[in-house]
Nanobody
Framework: EVQLVESGGGLVQTGGSLRLSCAASGFTFDDYAVGWWRQAPGKERERIACTSVKDRETTYAGSVQGRFTISSDNAKNTVALQMNSLKPGDTAIYYC??????????????WGQGTQVTVSS
């Protein structure tokens, strides 16, 4: 059974930083791509970052490129998202996800419960 548990969300001022963490179980990073999606109020869920060990691929949404960094510890099955230079537009629920590939527009197969990130001006 695949399980994903996020932590690290909270309230931060514009320009600040947060680090999200995801503890994964029930699969290995050799078989799945892992990443982060988010959903802001009134918006559809969108892919923020994805990384695949098998495909040697790491991608970011244009809106976070240069500000967010995804990292993984394959031995511990953990995924992190370092978020710098945060903006109010980054306010959303952030989800850790796992899927077969880093698909462009296909929702992942597995989701964590989500963690709230709020950026105040």
């Amino acid at each position: 059974e695949v399980q994903l548990v996020e932590s690290g969300g909270g309230l931060v001022q514009t320009g600040g930083s947060l680090r999200l963490s995801c503890a994964a179980s029930g699969f290995t990073f050799d078989d799945y791509a892992v990443g982060w999606w988010r959903q802001a109020p009134g918006k559809e869920r969108e892919r923020i970052a994805c990384t695949s060990v098998k495909d040697r691929e790491t991608t970011y949404a244009g809106s976070v490129q240069g500000r967010f960094t995804i990292s993984s510890d394959n031995a511990k099955n953990t995924v992190a998202l370092q978020m710098n230079s945060l903006k109010p537009g980054d306010t959303a629920i952030y989800y850790c996800v796992a899927q077969l590939y880093c698909y462009d527009d296909i929702y992942p197969d597995y989701w964590g419960q989500g963690t709230q990130v709020t950026v105040s001006s």
